[in-house]
């Protein structure tokens, strides 16, 4: 059988279904689901998203079988409405509309009008007895076609509409006579010859061949495109093409047009909004050529009407079961229905919809669960922008830590710290972040940088602070030391008022306005529904209590990553981990990290009481020790007055230290096995930190994990200190705590020898971030140069430093998770790297048991979405996995 690629709906009866989207768009699917419902769509036919794919698969060649039954449905449309193609006496004109899966409003192209020529404009204004509607028509069909077939620019037909208005001294197109119409209709066919080379087409069945055509080119056009990736659609859907007779909303005050929702997308409540025009078309309404009303006055304009459109809207919305997005049309009185599908809505919308159609016994819990994207929560969490604002956009970087920040513009951390700490709003702009500027990027209300990618420094910082981020902004030209930098001959110095949009990645120049989103008590509810399905636990990263504070608030369940490094950059403890690091023996090595030991006992205690007798994971130092050192003489002198070390031994020190490759260096466990003491101090510092807290009632949970182990016998030379520093200062204490000792799988190695490390090990915790550098071979600080030309030239579909990359990675993974429980069967396991937030990878980790994900903690919310909506997917496809 040929394969079918026209379907016709009209008179009550469609070829198709709602359920068809893949096939007939979501448009296509919505109109053949209206006609079999009985709504009044005016007929036409969906021609599918199989033709556009034949399309670009074959050179922007159509299917053979298309012209045959392409003719069938317009000669079957011509007998249902009985008018015909290029008939002056009852012409049919038609709309031709783009139509993919997956609604992408305003991406691709549209034309009105099609099928009027220079004698069906006659015909019309005689049979309607209205040749003002008849040549507004036929200019808006010219313009239309002209910029979507022809590719003339919108302003080529704009200048010659104005230039009439202000010759006739008017300002609405309303207000322009037949003559002045059939003056626009002139100029606008001489801009089209002028432009193609060639007459306005006056043959219907050209015009729609041309615009059929072009709707499949719209697919691939650059905004298009954008849309796609911004959203995660494929390219490989296809548009379908919407082909429906025309209605008329420009025939006079009782006709009309509009576009509205069955609840309000911003906000979720429940009433009915919109906006609609009396003699007007559709596009004048989107436009804001005329300020549109609001759609509760069309029940004064029409009552009958506005009482009918009530009826169908809400019969869609239960049909559909959930919020629809509609457009219609009213010719002389007469309601038409173009348009319904799901409509889009913000975070706070969506959740409250949600929430209110599960007590209105539309939707289940489950279904409720699925209704809303786990990234969408970032805006329940974080300042946004006012959407209402007008912007002045001047770059675009990656969208690493999400919500909004404005301040002044600065170049250091150091001044950064100076004027946010007096409360001043800055934004820190660096070429680039290093664990030296963490003083400044927390006072700072967001972060800039020119390079890094989306687990950069900057973004991993950021977003555990939960700061506004804009990373790899690799447009501007950062001048540090001139206190400035560029882009595209703007320059923006210190003092500069900047408006950074985590969210989008968007910098934007001067204050914009900012909104703090409410966070509803559906949210509370939806989430407890969540929390009540799922099975992966949600932790944490955190250094800081405040940051576990913020993480609690958001119902984390512990902490799955203090890094312990970050502790040491704090200024009053700096220079006494300096001082450890230039010491010539071991001594003065420990006499240095006595003097740290107390500040690291405070902060763990810290972490511990927000923790509330959740377990608290503490990873021992990780970076490599040149990364604390001056890099600079200058702030050498500056440490050797503080420490009393001479600057020729620091500057000695730091370029002893220096390597060529420092994340495959002298780092992670490597540290502890080389100085000992390192991993004393910081173990006793734990348990210290633990005994402490048990002698006051407060239950406490310590998890001491060693990084970066490849070998057992790494973990096993740190277990040894670990234990043997852990069980005499409970001596010392005289207190008995409950306490873990395990490892971070993040070397290859470690994963395929996991049956060997589990010997030792009482838990893992994947560090996703360097495991998938070590397994791909990128440096994730370096990979920005060139993840943008894989995503585009289609070698990734996604960033593997944003979303796991479950094939290579996860492989190795699910062989640590599998190895690791035949040693020990109730083993916990874990995933810490920034993966552990992204919700396509903590649906992963439930896939292959793992017990907990922890993540940013301003993710914690996303990742608790995730991990239910892991179980519902489960259900759907047998899965039946429970976490230990």
Known sequence: MATKYVYFFGAGKADGKGTMKDLLGGKGAGLAEMTNAGVPVPPGFTITTDVCRY??????????????????????????????????????????????????????????????????????SKLTNNPRFAWDAYRRFIAMYGNVVGGIEKNEFEHILEAQKHKRNVKLDTELKVEDLKEIVTGFKKVYAAKVGSDFP??????????????????????????????????????????QSMVFGNMGDDSGTGVGFTRNPSTGEKMFYGEYLTNAQGEDVVAGIRTPKPIVELQNDMPAVYKQLREITSKLEKHYRDIQDFEFTIEKGHLFMLQTRTGKRTAAAAVRIAVEMVKEKLISKDE?????????LDQLLHPVIDPKAALNVIAKGLPASPGAATGQAVFTADVAAERGGKGEPVILVRQETNPDDIHGMDAAQGILTARGGMTSHAAV??????????????????????????????????????????????????????????????????????????????????????????????????????????????????????????????????????????????????????????????????????????KTREDAEVLSKKIGVSTEKIMQ??????????????????????????????????????????????????????????????????????????????????????????????????????????????????????????????????????????????????????????????????????????????????ICGEHGGDPNSVKFCHRIGLNYVSCSPYRVPIARLAAAQAVIEGKSKGHAYTSK
């Open 55 to 124: 399309y670009y698969a074959n050179k922007q060649k159509l299917p053979k079988e298309l012209a045959g039954q392409n003719t069938a449905a317009l000669d079957k449309l011509q007998k249902t409405i009985k008018k015909s193609f290029g008939d002056p006496a009852n012409p049919l004109l038609v709309s031709v509309r783009s139509g993919a899966k997956f609604s992408m409003p305003g991406m691709m192209d549209t034309i009105l009008n099609l099928g009027i020529n220079d004698v069906v404009v006659e015909g019309l």
């Open 202 to 243: 006056q043959d219907p069945l050209k015009q729609l061949e041309g615009a059929r055509n072009a709707v499949f080119e719209s697919w691939m056009n650059p905004r298009a495109i954008y849309y796609r990736k911004q959203n995660k659609i494929s390219d490989d859907l296809g548009t379908a093409v919407n082909v």
């Open 368 to 376: 409720a669960l699925m209704r809303v994207e786990p990234e969408q």
């Open 461 to 630: 910082v950021a977003r555990g602070m939960g700061k506004s981020c804009v990373a790899g902004c690799e447009d501007i030209k950062v001048y540090e030391e001139e206190k400035q930098f560029r882009i595209n001959g703007t320059t923006v110095r210190e003092n500069d008022w900047i408006t950074l949009d985590g969210s989008t990645g968007r910098v934007i120049m001067g204050k914009a306005p900012l909104i703090e989103p409410a966070i509803s008590g559906e949210f509370g509810t939806f989430m407890g529904w969540a929390d009540n399905l799922r099975k992966l636990k949600v932790r944490a990263n955190a250094d800081v209590p405040r940051d576990a504070k913020v993480a609690r608030e958001f119902g984390a369940e512990g902490i799955g990553l203090c890094r312990t490094e970050h502790m040491f950059f704090a200024e009053d403890r700096l220079p006494f981990m300096q001082e450890m690091i230039v010491a010539q023996d071991l001594d003065a090595r420990k006499r240095a990290l006595a003097k740290l030991l107390p500040f690291q006992k405070d902060d763990f205690k810290g972490l511990f009481r927000e923790m509330q007798g959740y377990g608290v994971t503490i990873r021992t130092i990780d970076p490599p020790l040149h990364e604390f050192l001056p």
């Open 653 to 830: 020190s730091a370029d002893e230290l220096h390597e060529f490759n420092p994340m495959l260096g002298h780092r992670g466990c490597r540290l502890g096995i080389t100085y000992p003491e390192i991993t004393e101090m910081q173990v006793k510092a734990i348990i210290s930190a633990a005994c402490e807290l048990a002698k006051e009632k407060i239950k406490v949970v310590p998890e001491i994990m060693i990084p970066l182990v490849g070998n057992v016998n790494e973990l096993r030379n740190q277990k040894e200190i670990a234990v043997r520093v852990a069980e005499e200062t409970m001596k010392e204490y005289g207190v008995k705590i409950q306490y873990q000792i395990g490892t971070m799988i993040e070397v290859p190695r470690g994963a395929l020898t996991a049956d060997e490390i589990a010997t030792e090990a009482e838990f893992f915790s994947f560090g996703t971030n360097d495991l998938t550098q070590m397994t791909l071979g990128f440096s994730r600080d370096d990979a920005g140069k060139f993840i943008k030309a894989y995503l585009e030239k289609k070698i990734f579909k996604d960033d593997p430093f944003q979303t796991l990359d479950q094939v290579g990675v996860g492989q190795l993974m699910k062989i640590a998770v599998e190895k690791g429980r035949k040693v020990k069967k109730d083993m916990k396991l874990g």
